[in-house]
């Protein structure tokens, strides 16, 4: 077994050796409950300990003139980063330090401990489990769970504590942010085989009466307790007709001291917990059905969550939607023609209780073209459109009518497209590229109507590659337009870059320059020219076990020019040296 006393010594030995590292003397160490697996199949192995990191020193001076600087004119900064690995437990350790200030974080603490041996693995203390995305879903407790999974079997349980208790603040006389100390246990067992599976999940969580002392009559506080359950299951009906799907009912009590019921709920929700007059059961469940062949599929999708669902074993959870949707794909030419289409409709308000009701349309395509070897084409289209009707409160027997203007769509479009072609010969290789992409965004009502705003961004762009002297150039273009019903606003410009490659890849320089204008309604607004030059050597070491070190010098020239007569011009120089080593 791992013990924690292991972690403890490992943790003092890491200590010592970042000493010289301290501040002042002092080490500041911060926890954040991180989730750890032991692997006891390592032990005695030549992998049972790795150690890794790296470190890095960089230096950064600044200079602006005709405007006020944005930094400090010299800054430098040195970080660095162990990670030690035992039966692939990760105890990561971080230090930097710059003429500003310098931190030490040891951001582990043996809050999990989660040996493993074949088939079976175990959690004991601050950890999360996963049964399904209705009941059990990611909550994290203080306790033990189990997972066993033999021959396609799966076993799991865990008990724990949910929720600490948190008291009264008597200092400030606040009664925010109480709770009672919430327990919760969950079992699930489940088969998959070729395929096919079946599984069934069971979770419960109450909250400890006793674990508060003293509650305002103000505070609106009350003990409460949920039960879950879950089955889900998935199978080939044909070679090419797949079925899957969940069902989960939750119960919760929205106060365990109210008085018990015995006439409203099913011998099944009795079952699953005693039930209250405070108490209320909800649904939830998804299928989806798929059809696949060589060069098509279809899958329809469907997903219920009433509302007011939820479970304690979850943070979060999006309810109070029905769903349903289509996605076809299609494959022909042996993968030269490629697309896939999905398309759904959403509804919420599904009891009728709220004000507003939405229907959500989303919608995607997505077409993939091999003209040719070398000339590729991409097209996409998002389409995420609702419609929202308001139910003023005052009329309960109001019904929609085309002029109420109570009513609206929300419309938000996307469409991108990509064109690439690559030729030349071994020597000499080119590649010339044009991208697209726009926007749409509205609100569409009756009265007053919200101006669409679209944004429209093209880029093309040629690049030439000399392979045996392993140079290349590329020349770029691009234009930018946001446009609503007063303003028009474009950005445009022509850019350069260069690539020289030296020393089999060792050594790597690169410059090059962009110029863009901008125009509000047709009038210049600014103009700046950005030249950024790199260079960077990695030296091969002769054994890969002595790491790797780097060098690099980045520099950033930002030049603006005045466009009437109350500017002036503007420039800013970054120069950022560094030195790495990895290890």
């Known amino acids: ?31 954040h409950g991180d989730l750890f697996s032991q692997n006891l199949e390592k032990i005695g192995k030549k992998n049972m300990v790795t150690v890794s990191g790296g470190m890095n020193y960089n230096e950064i001076f600044y200079n602006a003139y005709g405007m006020n600087p944005r930094r400090d004119p010299y800054t430098w900064y040195f970080n660095g980063n162990l990670n030690v690995n035992i039966l692939d437990v990760s105890l990561p350790f971080t230090y930097s330090y710059t003429n500003n200030r310098g931190t030490y974080t040891q951001p582990f603490n043996m809050q999990s401990c989660s040996p493993k041996y074949k088939w079976a693995q175990a959690h004991v203390g601050t950890t999360a489990m996963n049964f399904s995305n209705y009941t059990l879903s990611g909550h994290i407790f203080t306790g033990a769970g189990i997972e066993l999974t033999p021959n396609g079997f799966y076993i799991g349980a865990m008990y724990g504590r949910l929720n600490k208790a948190i008291a009264y603040d008597a200092v400030n006389n606040s009664a ?12 699930k067992v489940g088969y998959d085989n070729n395929g096919h599976s079946i599984g069934l999940t069971y979770f419960t969580a109450k909250d400890d009466l006793n674990s508060l002392n003293f509650i305002p009559a103000d505070a609106n506080l009350f003990a409460q307790q949920n039960a879950a359950v879950s089955v889900n299951g998935k ?30 709920f099913s011998g099944w929700e009795k079952w699953m917990m005693p039930t209250k007059t405070t108490t209320k059961f909800f649904k939830a469940y998804r299928a989806s059905l798929t059809w696949t062949e060589k060069i098509f599929s ?14 304690f074993g979850s943070y979060y959870f999006i309810n109070d939607l029905d769903n349903w949707s289509l996605a076809p794909s299609l494959r022909l030419f042996n993968g030269k023609i490629n697309l896939n289409i999905n398309s759904g409709l959403q509804r919420n308000n599904l009891d009728g209780s709220k004000i507003n009701t939405m229907y959500r349309w989303v919608a995607s395509a997505n077409l993939n073209v091999v003209l ?23 009329d309960p027997f109001w019904t929609p009518s085309p002029a109420d203007t109570l009513n609206f769509y929300q419309v938000n479009e996307q469409w991108n497209s990509c064109l ?16 697209g992409a726009y926007v749409l965004t509205q609100q569409k009502q009756l009265i007053p109507e919200t101006p669409a705003t679209g ?43 260069l690539i020289q490659n ?27 020219l950005s030249h950024r030059a790199q260079f960077s050597f990695s030296p091969k070491m002769k054994e890969k076990k002595y790491g790797q070190p780097t060098i690099s010098v980045n520099a950033i020239f930002l030049q603006k020019f005045p466009v009437n007569t109350s500017q002036h011009s503007t420039g800013e120089l970054t120069l950022t040296a560094n030195l790495g080593y990895t290890f």
């Open 420 to 435: 690439s072609y690559s030729f030349g010969k071994e020597k000499f290789k080119n590649s010339v590229s044009l991208m």
């Open 298 to 311: 279809l899958s329809i999708k469907h997903e219920h969550v009433d509302p007011d669902y939820r479970t």
């Open 176 to 187: 925010e942010g109480m709770s009672y100390k919430r327990n919760g246990a969950a079992f």
């Open 1 to 31: 077994m791992f013990h924690t006393s292991l972690i403890r010594r490992t943790f003092s030995t890491r200590a010592k050796f970042f000493a010289p590292l301290r501040l002042s003397g002092l080490i500041i160490v911060f926890f």
């Open 502 to 528: 030296f020393l089999q890849g060792k050594m790597h320089f690169s410059a090059g320059t962009v110029f863009n204008e901008a125009k509000t309604n047709a009038v210049l607004t600014s103009e700046i």
């Open 235 to 264: 199978t080939k009906l044909f070679s090419k007709l797949s079925l899957e799907g969940e069902y989960a009912l939750s119960g919760i009590t929205a106060n365990i001291k109210s008085n018990n019921e015995t006439v409203d």
């Open 455 to 497: 944004v429209l961004n093209v880029n093309t762009s040629y690049s030439l590659q000399f392979v045996p002297a392993k140079f290349s150039v590329s020349i770029s273009g691009n234009y930018n337009q946001s446009k609503t019903d007063t303003i028009l606003t474009e950005y445009l410009g022509p850019g350069i870059q």
């Open 372 to 394: 040719m070897k070398s000339l590729v084409a991409n097209a996409s289209y998002s389409n995420f459109t609702s419609y929202t009707t308001k139910r003023p409160v005052t």
